[in-house]
């Protein structure tokens, strides 16, 4: 796993796709697929989380994330060849609240407020101190779970389970893979050619359909043709960070209210958004161009 050092000295773990991608071999059965996912993605989550817990640094929090994701995907996209612990489901579904309570906070601080002073030239100092401070409230919250037993805890038990005997009569990755992706593929395909005419919750809802579909080429790339596989990341690269730029408009708008009873603030998001959606549908007729 690739890693970067910090100015505490803690090593960051990413939560690549390269990284997760290895842990499956189209020879193996789901079962074990899973659990190598399992154990490769609590490696990097418990790891971050303590160097985390040293300060407020977002990347900690950022890879996190995308290993809690990763993981909590491969649980969904396996869900009828493995059976996950409930429990262990539930707690991975916890954490990544957490998580993204904190990573909220960052890209409202760090990225949209900076944006839309100069984008829309409105000032935002109470805005960005009051976001701050909600930041550092994410960060303790994160830091209290990181410190509970229950952390440690779930630590235990999640490689316990990665590390059980794998079922005998799991189907291997090379006979579910390509069937999955195709049907989920051709799904996606065909509810977003109304992307134009839906609401902003139903455009996140594609947004999470289409980052899943994403983690599943990533992860069972083993199993697939290759040039059509990369061709499709391509184009679902694209049109995920539009779709994740859309997203965090809404994240401002909800976090801080106050933005929208702005006018000019009020205009630019309303300015901003209309080009994303714009874009977005645009970069969807491509991707299904790839797909069909």
Known sequence: MPGSGTR????????????????????????????????????????????????????????????VRR???????????????????????????????????????????????????????????????????????????????????????????????????????????RPHVARITARLATSTRRFRRIDAAQRHRVRIRLKRLRFALELLGDALPRRATHRQLRALARVLQTLGQLQDLQVLKARLPEVVANPGGCAWLDATEAALLETAATQLATWRCAVE
Request: aromatic share 6%.
């Open 8 to 67: 505490k000295g803690a090593t960051l773990l990413e939560a690549d796709a390269a990284g997760f991608a290895a842990c499956c071999d189209a020879r193996n059965g789901c079962d074990r697929v899973l659990r190598n996912v399992i154990r490769h993605g609590t490696a990097i989550v418990m790891h971050d989380l303590r160097a985390q817990a040293l300060g407020t640094e977002p990347e900690y929090v950022h890879q996190a994330r995308t290993a």
């Open 71 to 177: 993981m909590r995907s491969a649980v969904r996209l396996f869900r009828h060849q493995v059976a996950f612990p409930p429990d262990l489901a539930t707690a991975l579904h916890d954490l990544a609240a957490l998580l993204g309570e904190a990573r909220d906070w960052d890209v409202v601080t760090r990225e949209s407020l900076p944006a839309l002073r100069h984008g829309a030239g409105v000032g935002v100092g109470p805005l960005a101190t009051q976001g701050r401070a909600a930041r550092l409230r994410a960060y303790q919250a994160l830091r209290e779970a990181v410190a509970a037993p229950a952390f440690s805890l779930l630590e235990a038990r999640l490689l316990q389970w990665a590390s059980a005997d794998e079922a005998v009569d799991s189907a291997t990755v090379h006979d579910f893979a």
